[in-house]
């Protein structure tokens, strides 16, 4: 019963050619129970984060007003300079629409976004992956881009009621398509299982990319939004020998200090249209078209 | 069973969760985590060793009822209770459905099945066959893991099983002083 239910879970997607379709409804009930079950599931990594959070409270309730003041005017201070830039990015996103429409692209910057906090990471050495407090109550679905203040954080790769998992842009399962911001070169970067370091797939020893580059996400695929930092280049290995360059990228987002991730929601049509799945054959299919 | 031992019995089940996804101070995840005692195998031994009368435990656990009978009946429900138990440490540790089932049931088979020789023994030798316990179950999970999550193999399940047999001693003592004398 185990093994059966392992190779339902787990590999069924990844032999699409084989399937059965008398399973597909068995398939579904493990997934149905796999979102029931992952809202107690939350609430057992929410536990385990109470040190955390209790010690948050605390340092809260002893920080010193003069220290509360000037973190206050400096926040305000940024604020009023991230509004402006707000402003001038609505312009940019009407105009860019407009542009779009009329060159008959379907295509639209990103809209709606969700923002939801980090409660929990997976407790496994080979997988970097955390829980947030938002899910299908919000309007999560599978496959939806997270971003956090710096760049690109990952992927949704499960949906509770009120809790989803997100897949981070380093695990070694993980990789989206890219482009190199100064020269356009389109690439494939995957994750190395570092939460430093990301590299750049199959990349032509005579490629133009230079330490300092930075590389953002394409589009491509219709899974992540397009024009997201993902990285900035941080070394390159072309040595004699070598069929491909070894570019090695430094995530722009803070994996490991991010505490609140923004939910890009308004991929998810182009989602529905994408295989469901969050095995690595079908993640690395969609971010190969 | 009393009041008392449900309680101390809830609670150390969810708290064997909770330490099982705790994470570490300053990164996500470090290397200290190779050290991570199975803290839910621990749980899990401890109980079926101590408690092995009550083969619904964890229907105990639930519904509050009091299971004193042996027979087959009680026994069978306890093995696949626990199988189904095994579906939300999956969800947990977000590992396929039917993985944590098996190694759940496997180990409550064996060690109600010899649950008067593991009381006899002596903390050291108890340490050694928790040792080969979680040794065997971690192995297993590596195995079924490296072929659907393509996870490397490593040194984990050798670290975990040294780290929960060395504290398998602290753990089980204060777990017996918890649910009190008498209850085995």
Request: hydrophobic residues 45%; proline residues 4%.
């Given at each position: 019963m185990s093994f059966a239910l392992i190779y339902l879970d787990a590999f069924w997607k990844q032999t699409r050619d084989n399937q059965d379709p008398s399973l597909l409804p068995i398939y579904q009930i493990l997934k149905d129970a796999r979102a029931v079950l992952s809202t107690p599931a939350s609430y057992i990594y929410a536990l385990a984060e109470i040190p955390y959070t209790t010690s948050d409270s605390v340092q809260d309730l002893a920080a010193d007003r003069s220290a509360l003041n000037a973190e206050n005017k400096q926040l305000k201070a940024t604020l009023l300079m991230q509004s402006l830039q707000v402003q001038r990015y609505a312009a940019l996103k009407s105009e860019n629409d407009r542009l779009r429409e009329l060159l008959g692209s379907r295509k639209k910057?990103?809209?709606?976004?969700?923002?939801?906090?980090?409660?929990?990471?997976?407790?496994?050495?080979?997988?970097?992956?955390?829980?947030?407090?938002?899910?299908?109550?919000?309007?999560?679905?599978?496959?939806?881009?997270?971003?956090?203040?710096?760049?690109?954080?990952?992927?949704?790769?499960?949906?509770?009621?009120?809790?989803?998992?997100?897949?981070?842009?380093?695990?070694?399962?993980?990789?989206?398509?890219?482009?190199?911001?100064?020269?356009?070169?389109?690439?494939?970067?995957?994750?190395?299982?570092?939460?430093?370091?990301?590299?750049?797939?199959?990349?032509?020893?005579?490629?133009?990319?230079?330490?300092?580059?930075l590389v953002e996400t394409s589009g491509f695929g219709g899974r992540f939004p397009d024009g997201y930092p993902l990285g900035v280049v941080s070394a390159i290995s072309n040595g004699s020998g070598l069929t491909y360059a070894q570019v090695e990228l430094r995530p722009s987002a803070q994996l490991n200090s991010s505490g609140h991730v923004l939910v890009i929601m308004s991929q998810r049509q182009n989602n529905n249209a994408l295989i469901d799945g969050d095995n690595q054959s079908s993640r690395r299919e969609i971010a190969a078209q | 069973m009393n009041s008392g031992l449900s309680i101390v019995l809830t609670l150390s089940v969810l708290l064997s969760f909770v330490l099982a996804v705790a994470r570490l101070p300053g990164e996500t995840v470090t290397g200290l985590s190779y050290l991570r005692p199975q803290w839910i195998l621990l749980i899990l031994f401890f109980y079926c060793q101590q408690l092995p009368y009550r083969r619904g435990v964890f229907f105990v656990l639930l519904f509050g009822s009091s299971r004193h009978s042996d027979d087959q009946t009680t026994y069978r429900r306890g093995v696949i209770f626990i199988w189904f138990f095994g579906f939300f440490a999956d969800v947990v540790l977000n590992e396929p459905f039917g993985l944590n089932g098996a190694i759940f049931a496997s180990i409550a088979f064996f060690t109600w099945r010899f649950h008067q020789r593991h009381q006899m023994q002596s903390t050291v030798q108890q340490a050694m066959m928790v040792f080969l316990i979680v040794f065997l179950a971690e192995v297993f999970r590596a195995f079924v893991m490296h072929f659907v999550a393509d996870q490397p193999w490593d040194i984990l399940p050798l670290t975990t099983a040294l780290s929960s047999a060395i504290l398998w001693p602290f753990f089980s003592r204060l777990l017996l002083r918890l649910i009190g004398p008498g209850s085995n």
């Amino acid at each position: 019963m185990s093994f059966a239910l392992i190779y339902l879970d787990a590999f069924w997607k990844q032999t699409r050619d084989n399937q059965d379709p008398s399973l597909l409804p068995i398939y579904q009930i493990l997934k149905d129970a796999r979102a029931v079950l992952s809202t107690p599931a939350s609430y057992i990594y929410a536990l385990a984060e109470i040190p955390y959070t209790t010690s948050d409270s605390v340092q809260d309730l002893a920080a010193d007003r003069s220290a509360l003041n000037a973190e206050n005017k400096q926040l305000k201070a940024t604020l009023l300079m991230q509004s402006l830039q707000v402003q001038r990015y609505a312009a940019l996103k009407s105009e860019n629409d407009r542009l779009r429409e009329l060159l008959g692209s379907r295509k639209k910057l990103p809209g709606n976004a969700v923002i939801a906090e980090i409660f929990g990471a997976v407790p496994n050495p080979y997988t970097r992956q955390v829980f947030i407090d938002k899910g299908s109550d919000d309007g999560i679905v599978d496959g939806l881009g997270v971003v956090d203040a710096q760049g690109l954080f990952g992927q949704i790769v499960s949906v509770g009621k009120t809790s989803s998992r997100v897949l981070l842009v380093v695990d070694r399962d993980h990789a989206v398509p890219v482009r190199v911001n100064r020269t356009g070169t389109r690439l494939i970067a995957g994750g190395t299982g570092e939460n430093t370091s990301l590299l750049l797939e199959n990349v032509p020893i005579s490629a133009d990319i230079v330490v300092g580059d930075l590389v953002e996400t394409s589009g491509f695929g219709g899974r992540f939004p397009d024009g997201y930092p993902l990285g900035v280049v941080s070394a390159i290995s072309n040595g004699s020998g070598l069929t491909y360059a070894q570019v090695e990228l430094r995530p722009s987002a803070q994996l490991n200090s991010s505490g609140h991730v923004l939910v890009i929601m308004s991929q998810r049509q182009n989602n529905n249209a994408l295989i469901d799945g969050d095995n690595q054959s079908s993640r690395r299919e969609i971010a190969a078209q | 069973m009393n009041s008392g031992l449900s309680i101390v019995l809830t609670l150390s089940v969810l708290l064997s969760f909770v330490l099982a996804v705790a994470r570490l101070p300053g990164e996500t995840v470090t290397g200290l985590s190779y050290l991570r005692p199975q803290w839910i195998l621990l749980i899990l031994f401890f109980y079926c060793q101590q408690l092995p009368y009550r083969r619904g435990v964890f229907f105990v656990l639930l519904f509050g009822s009091s299971r004193h009978s042996d027979d087959q009946t009680t026994y069978r429900r306890g093995v696949i209770f626990i199988w189904f138990f095994g579906f939300f440490a999956d969800v947990v540790l977000n590992e396929p459905f039917g993985l944590n089932g098996a190694i759940f049931a496997s180990i409550a088979f064996f060690t109600w099945r010899f649950h008067q020789r593991h009381q006899m023994q002596s903390t050291v030798q108890q340490a050694m066959m928790v040792f080969l316990i979680v040794f065997l179950a971690e192995v297993f999970r590596a195995f079924v893991m490296h072929f659907v999550a393509d996870q490397p193999w490593d040194i984990l399940p050798l670290t975990t099983a040294l780290s929960s047999a060395i504290l398998w001693p602290f753990f089980s003592r204060l777990l017996l002083r918890l649910i009190g004398p008498g209850s085995n």
